[in-house]
């Protein structure tokens, strides 16, 4: 039986993600503020699934096609044409339960799609709501691991890296690194770690700065806040489903 641990990369933005062997990996898809936040909530608080599109034009079709609830966002604000925006506090259980929610962000799905396109092995969803669910699926698979962050429109940004160094610090004994942007992303991680939203505000994140400017401190401190959605989401068929 081989001992070898399996490989763990960190893809800091999408447009690095062709530089990973993606095919028999399981990849995670990292969407802090806010998009992976709200999937796990959403599906926490008893949504049947997500389905995650990749254009507005198509989250409005299928909405109506399934009746599910339409929601996303376009540069922090809710997209034009959808019901409902990218907050997690948008889908308490007693609005999501039971029902279908399709989902288009800016950067998040854009990913998934992406990762999907490369033949990704397999395709879970990470935020720090869900942090320790990740973390043990992932060393209970044993499988090589790509941390994908979605970023910001292709721009590496601190949220998402502070979450896959969060992923790292916990799974590291588990895996093989020859990766520096995950050394990176553990470093930057083991600076913040205790106080994540002090930390996006001490060093101006820019994504920071974005959504306070829309008023949404709350959505912030929930979106950096580890345990409080304890589910993995799984792609499957088209939907991300609780596993």
Not at 154 to 177: C, P, T, Y
Request: proline residues 4%; hydrophobic residues 40%.
């Amino acid at each position: 039986m081989s001992t070898s641990k399996p490989p763990l990369h960190t893809a800091l933005s999408p447009a690095l993600l062709h530089l990973y062997d993606v095919n028999h990996a399981i990849v995670v898809i990292i969407d802090v503020l806010r998009a992976t936040s709200t999937i796990a909530t959403a599906l926490y608080n008893g949504a049947k699934c997500v389905i995650p599109v990749d254009s507005v034009a198509k989250c409005i079709e299928l909405g109506r096609q399934i009746d599910g609830i339409t929601a996303g966002e376009r540069d922090g604000m809710i997209a034009e044409g959808l019901q409902h925006g990218n907050s997690p506090f948008e889908y308490p259980r007693e609005f999501i339960g039971g029902r279908t929610l399709v989902l288009t962000t800016t950067n998040g799905t854009k990913l998934l799609h992406m990762a999907l396109d490369r033949g990704a092995g397999q395709i879970i969803t990470g935020s720090f709501p869900n942090l320790k669910a990740v973390c043990d699926y992932l060393i209970a698979q044993n499988q090589p691991v790509v941390l994908g962050c979605a970023a910001w429109k292709d721009r590496v940004n601190l949220e998402d890296m502070l979450f896959a160094g969060a992923v790292i610090d916990q799974v590291k004994e588990h895996f093989s690194f020859n990766c520096d942007s995950s050394r990176i992303a553990e470093t930057v991680y083991q600076d913040g770690r205790n106080d994540l939203f002090g930390f996006m505000q001490t060093k101006n994140a820019s994504h920071y700065h974005r959504l306070m400017g829309y008023g949404l401190e709350k959505d912030i401190r929930y979106c950096l806040t580890t345990d409080v959605a304890p589910v993995l989401p799984l792609y499957e068929n088209g939907k991300l489903v609780v596993l």
